[in-house]
């Protein structure tokens, strides 16, 4: 038994909700924030199988007893921490059917004959991020109007219609468009998020020409392709790139998204290559990621011959704010909100968004557009 069982009084005493189970995961003690947090009587959960009698979600799912963090922590031999694991999503769910958002540590006794089952509820925690984007939110619409304007003088100066300006002052102007055009980025990306986190993001269901966005994208890069003398080679297959139902705004920002992190990751005369073609349903995308097109589409990848990503941060790269260390150390602009936002979007067109990499031998990112979005056939 548990040293923590003998001590009931401060266990109950505790805001935590904790539930103490053998090796078996029959729950033997339960505190008083458990129960309120449940919403069950004492009698009924004491003696039950933990994964019978709490009704744990892991993203939507009901946890048995193969996939409880109980058996994690067991298999390690050691504490399990749910954070450890950014992508999964707990619930937990109430007598009165209400689910509760919850974080969960599992630490075991020394004889490892039982195990503490500690959740947080995690309520109040959505609430402040909820605040806390509609701060950003705010912040960043606040911003748009003043570097817009400043945008908008800097473009007139430069006509020299109000004077001349002498070789200095150009150049200090142009220093100044470049400063302003990272911030209008940043701004925008902002944006994009706050609309992703407050889901306020409408999917427009509208007819795109999928070439002809692919084209603007490639001529808006070129600038930034041009001062880093990266050789762009794209290869578009024919076929019908019209989608039916997509959005042109969203379909750019993902596409656009991707070509400046291969540009920004490729040394200087590195190469970027775009290829584009149409798929079928049911056709095979990914053979390492066994990923299939659901329904007819566009297929684009994205490949250069940059830095690439480690292995052990793959799995963090689409990840808000997340830039992998190799990154860290270049002379690069970015703050790691481009895949967060290209994969959001992705998932409200329907579609899919992957890569595969290789240190120092450089990426390549995988988008699939669906011809008709999923659910709507």
Not at 170 to 183: D, G, Q
Not at 234 to 259: A, C, F, R, T
Request: aromatic share 6%.
């Amino acid at each position: 038994m548990s040293k923590l069982a003998i001590l009931p009084a401060l266990l109950n005493s505790l805001r935590d909700a904790i539930i103490i189970v053998d090796s078996e995961h029959v729950i033997v003690f339960v505190n008083q924030s458990a129960i309120g947090l449940l919403g069950y009587q004492r009698t009924l959960l004491v003696g039950a199988v933990f994964e019978d009698a709490v009704q744990l979600q892991v993203n939507g799912e009901r946890v048995s007893k193969d996939t409880s963090p109980i058996t994690k922590a067991q298999k390690k031999h050691g504490i399990y921490i749910s954070d450890s694991e950014p992508d999964l999503k707990l619930s937990m769910g109430r007598n009165d059917r209400s689910l509760v958002p919850v974080q969960i540590s599992v630490v075991p006794d020394e004889d490892l004959n039982s195990y503490n089952v500690i959740f947080h509820d995690g309520s109040a925690d959505e609430k402040i991020d909820q605040a806390k984007n509609e701060f950003v939110a705010l912040v960043s619409h606040q911003l748009r109007t003043p570097v817009n304007i400043i945008s908008w003088y800097i473009e007139k100066l430069l006509t020299e219609k109000k004077g001349t300006l002498n070789e200095k002052q150009r150049e200090y102007l142009r220093e100044i468009e470049i400063s302003n055009k990272r911030v209008v980025d940043l701004v925008q990306a902002i944006v994009n998020v706050s609309r992703t986190d407050l889901s306020r993001l409408k999917h427009k269901h509208e007819e795109v020409d999928f070439a002809n966005v692919l084209e603007k994208v490639l001529v808006s890069v070129q600038e930034l392709s041009h001062q880093k003398s990266i050789t762009f080679d794209k290869v578009i297959d024919k076929g019908d790139y019209l989608l039916n139902d997509s959005d042109q705004e969203l379909s750019s920002i993902v596409l656009k998204s991707i070509l400046i992190n291969a540009i920004r990751y490729t040394p200087k005369g590195g190469k970027v290559t775009v290829n584009a073609s149409t798929v079928t349903e049911g056709q095979k995308l990914s053979e390492d990621q066994n990923i299939i097109a659901s329904v007819k589409g566009v297929l684009v990848s994205i490949e250069d011959n940059g830095i690439g990503i480690p292995d052990e941060e793959k799995i963090r790269i689409f990840t808000k704010l997340y830039r992998a260390t190799n990154v860290q150390t270049l002379d690069v602009t970015g703050v790691g909100l481009g895949l967060y936002i290209a994969q959001n979007f992705m998932s409200i067109l329907g579609g899919r968004i992957w890569f595969t990499s290789d240190l120092r031998e450089g990426s390549i990112f995988y988008i699939y557009y669906p011809c008709v979005q999923i659910g709507i056939l």
